[in-house]
Structures are given as C-alpha cells and as structure tokens.
C-alpha cells in the first residue's frame, strides 16, 4: 500500500511537471541533467496552476501543505502564492449525489425532511469537506422559526485516503529520525503524532461543533471577534449545522475598504485575538488562513472578525503559556540573556548549554528585525538563521507547539496582505504585558484564592485534626528542653491557625455574599 501510494505521487509529480522544481536547480550536475530531461516535456498550464492541480489530485494532506504555503507571498514566488490561495476554499466539490448520500445516512431520512430548504451548489469547498447553504424550522416557546443554516458536509471516503498518506509519512518520519543527525533533535515521529491527532480530530463534524462553541463562548460579548451559533439537533458525526453569516472574505481587501473597513485597524485586532486566544484562553484557532476568516461590513458590526472552520484548535497549558509569555516579553524588551535562561530552565537547549553564548545567537537572530515593519522583514533569512542556531544548540522541537507555531505563521502572513507596516511586536507587546501583570499580581492571588475557596471551606474542619495527629507525631521523641507541656503548645498553635484559616475564609467569601 506505501510503495503504491507512493508511485501515485511520483506519478502525480511527473504527470504535471513538478520534477522541474527540485530537479533543474539541483547542485549536483547529474540532477541538474535529470531535470532537463525530464522536464523537456511541454505544458500548456503556467507552473502555479501545475502545482495546484497535483496537490489537489493527491488528496487533502497534500492541499493543506499548499493552503500553507499558499498564505506566505514572501517565502515563494507571487505566480505560486496567488495560484495556491484557491486551495483555500475552492477545491473542486463532490457532486450532488454523494452529498445527499452522506446527508441521508447521518440522518437517517430525506433531505426535504431534514431542512426546510437545502441549496445543492456548494458556497465552498475545502481539503476534507464543503458547505451549503439552507434553512430550518427551531422551535421557539410554542412557535417554528426559520433560521438560515450553513450545513458543512464530510467528503465521503476520505478517512483511507488520510491513513494511507499518514502511514507514508510514518515511514518518512522514522527514516529521517534514524539516518538524519537531526533526527532525534527535530523528532520528527513526535511532530507526525499530533498532526495524525489533529487531522482525525477534523474527521468528526461533532467534535468541531464542539469547539466553535467553546470559541463562542470565549469571545461572547467581544467587538473583535463573533463565532456562529451551532445548531445541535442537526449535528452528526458528518454533518455539522451553523448559524449563516453574512460577511466579506478577508481576502477581499478592496471590498472591506469599500465598505468602510479600517484595514489598519483590522491587522491590529488580528494579532490581538491571536494573543487572546492563546494567552487568555489557552484554546485557539489553529487553522487561520484568509479562507477561514471573513469581516461583518453592516453598520452595528462593521469590522468584527468572523470564524470559520473549526476542525484544529490547539491547547496549551498554563506552564506553556506562561513560558511563552516570558520569551515573548524577553524578546519585546531586548532581553536576549532571559530568552537564552528560559530556554535553558525549560530543557528545550542541553542543560550544559553557556548562557552567553546561546544570548549572543538570539540577539543575532532578533536584532535584524526588532522595530522593523513586516514589509521590512525576509522571513525566509530569518528562518534559515534560527535553523542554524537551533543545530550548533541542538534545541528539541516541541511537538505540542507545532500547532502555535503554524497558526503564528498563518497570523503573520495575514498582517502582511493587510497592513505591510504593521509592527508586529509593538502591537502585542502591551497585550502581553497586562497578561503578564494579571497573572502575577493581587488580583490574581485573590482570584485564584476566590477560586479555590469552595475547597477549602470542605477541607478546613479536617485541618485541626490532621495538624494535631502531625504534631504528636513529632513529640514521640521530644528535644531535651524545657518547655511547657506539648498539649497546652498543639492547642494554642491549632487555635492560631483556625483564626487564620477562618479569616481568610471570611475575606473570600464576603464579597462573595455582598455580590
């Protein structure tokens, strides 16, 4: 089954030329001849459109690479980026019929019966499924509603498709792993793992389902950011049913303008819901290419940022995040000596490591780009700088960051198609810097301590008891002082600590019975 699948993809590569990407540049001459010979063959499409129509036949693994790359213009050339965008929502559809076998098979009935209308054509079509529009009848108190829908439809037969290509990469992964001197640095089975996580995870409609309406809640009430209301009774394993949303493509820069959108404004909020996502809520939308997010033009909502497509959200927990915050800020403020300390402290550099050495590689890596707008700054040199940092320091890739990492790259590459001169770090450091100050301050511990005071309201009757058993364990074998009787001590000590405990209870919930 690998050595097939792999024969389709050299195939699918030879069939639309794509040899002569990697071949006619290659730096060793037989290569190089290999290439002309190969690539001799004419082709009436430009080289965008060739490499658009592989990925597409070779399944969605291969169309997430290029909706990846197809959102990074400064990395590959603008005939490529501008072709690859079209992965984003407009992979060809599955035809009418599959949709309605799909459709029936979750539900068990008719369509009609199901829907009060369903519109057949596909408003978009994506890697793993597509969406149509239509309508339903919601009871509210004693009456039916209609409400329009947004009905997201599993492509059929997708998941051996997945498993074959995963089971690929598998191999892939262990022979980089086993041959590369980079192989255990990079770990490349680990990174493959939770990619096979995620991508299972967008298989099942309800599990997505579940997680807009965690984002939902997130950002309820927010001016920044709304998430459709899902409709649970309509949702199955390969069918998810959503609120209809009338909203403009982000892409559709001119078309935002038109309608009043500030484009500069709207490239700063990105980057703050970015950072609200990760930091606040430790929950985030990890798929952000521009054909997962639209802008309300209508007057009460004009500019508010809408989701969609909800399959891959990463998590991350309160010891990630507030690592993360520390480098962030470390990094904001020019302290490259705190960035090299908490990469040593977290492991992810040999404990051995020099400080001032891995310092002195940050600030080499950092310096080029700090106070520079995005328009200003090669990604690519960047990324080929910390490469090389990240070998000659052996640090270990975080599996559980690839998630963060790729939505970064995703997030950064729309600041570039909104506002070229956005400053990056100047717009997220005062975010950072109030998270940082929550996290840490009063109004934390009190919060925390508030938070924590249901357990300790059960716990406390128990404490005397247990510190009165720890004490006379203790005076089993007294010091050979004078002092006055042990139980006279316990009794004054477990008043003292009642007194305190009591107190601080009181100061918890007080507030609590005023509110």
């Known amino acids: 089954m690998r050595l097939?699948?792999?024969?389709?993809?050299?195939?699918v590569f030879h069939r639309y030329g794509l040899d002569e990407f990697v071949l006619n540049d290659a730096p060793n001459p037989l290569l190089r001849a290999?290439?002309?010979?190969?690539?001799?063959?004419?082709?009436?499409?430009?080289?965008?459109?060739?490499?658009?129509r592989a990925l597409e036949s070779l399944g969605p693994i291969f169309v997430k690479f290029g909706q990846v790359l197809s959102t990074r213009p400064d990395l590959i050339p603008p005939d490529i980026a501008t072709e690859l965008a079209r992965l984003q929502d407009r992979v060809p559809p599955f035809p009418a019929t599959d949709v309605r076998r799909v459709l029936e098979s979750a539900y068990g009935r008719p369509v009609e019966q199901v829907f009060a209308n369903f519109e057949w054509n596909p408003v978009a079509s994506a890697s793993v499924a597509q969406v149509h529009f239509g309508s339903i009848q919601v009871k509210v108190d004693d009456t039916f509603e209609t409400r329009d829908v947004a009905i997201k439809v599993l492509r059929p037969n997708i998941l051996p498709v997945i498993e074959s290509d995963l089971s690929l990469i598998r191999v892939l992964a262990g022979w980089v792993e086993r041959f590369s001197a980079d192989g255990r640095r990079l770990k490349p089975r680990e990174v493959v793992a939770e990619f096979d996580k995620y991508l299972h995870d967008e298989l099942d409609l309800v599990r997505e389902a579940a997680n807009c309406s965690q984002l939902r809640r997130n950002f309820a009430g927010s001016a920044l950011l709304y998430m459709p209301e899902v409709h649970w009774d309509w949702?199955?394993?390969?069918?998810?049913?959503?609120?209809?949303?009338?909203a403009t493509p982000i892409s559709q820069v001119d078309a935002l303008r038109a309608a009043g959108v500030d484009i500069k404004k709207l490239a700063r909020d990105g980057v703050e819901i970015f950072f609200t996502q990760v930091f606040r809520d430790g929950f985030f939308h990890a798929d952000m290419h521009p054909g997962n997010i639209a802008v309300r033009t209508d007057a009460e909502h004009l500019g508010q940022y809408v989701g969609m497509d909800f399959g891959i959200v990463g998590t991350l927990t309160?010891?990630?995040r507030r690592y993360l915050a520390e480098n962030f800020l470390a990094f904001f403020r020019r302290d490259y000596r705190r960035v090299a300390a908490a990469h040593i402290e977290s492991g992810w550099v040999p404990p051995g490591?020099?400080?001032d050495e891995l310092e002195n590689a940050v600030r080499s890596v950092c310096e080029p780009i700090f106070d520079r707008p995005l328009a200003d700054i090669s990604?690519?040199?960047?990324?080929?700088r910390l490469f090389q940092v990240s070998r000659r320091f052996n640090v270990e890739i975080q599996p559980q960051l690839v998630l963060l990492q790729k939505t970064l790259l995703n997030v950064e590459g729309l600041g570039r198609q909104l506002d070229p001169y956005?400053?990056?770090?100047?717009?997220?450091?005062?975010?950072?810097?109030?998270?940082m100050r929550d996290q840490v301050g009063p109004e934390a511990i009190l919060k925390r301590l508030t938070e924590q005071a249901p357990y300790l309201s059960s716990a406390l009757p128990q404490l005397p008891r247990l510190i009165h058993q720890a004490l006379e364990r203790r005076g089993e074998a007294p010091p050979p002082i004078v002092m006055p009787t042990p139980s006279r001590w316990?009794?004054?000590?477990?008043?003292l600590i009642a007194l305190c405990l009591l107190a601080l209870l009181g100061t918890l919930w007080f507030p609590l019975l005023l509110d």
């Open 318 to 320: 309160d010891v990630d």
């Open 34 to 52: 290999l290439g002309k010979l190969l690539g001799a063959r004419r082709h009436d499409m430009p080289r965008g459109e060739r490499l658009r």
């Open 353 to 355: 490591t020099r400080v």
């Open 379 to 384: 990604f690519g040199k960047v990324l080929l």
């Open 235 to 246: 949702c199955e394993r390969d069918v998810m049913v959503m609120e209809r949303l009338h």
């Open 4 to 11: 097939f699948r792999l024969a389709k993809i050299v195939t």
């Open 490 to 495: 316990t009794n004054i000590w477990l008043a």
């Open 422 to 435: 956005l400053d990056l770090w100047a717009t997220a450091q005062p975010f950072l810097e109030k998270w």
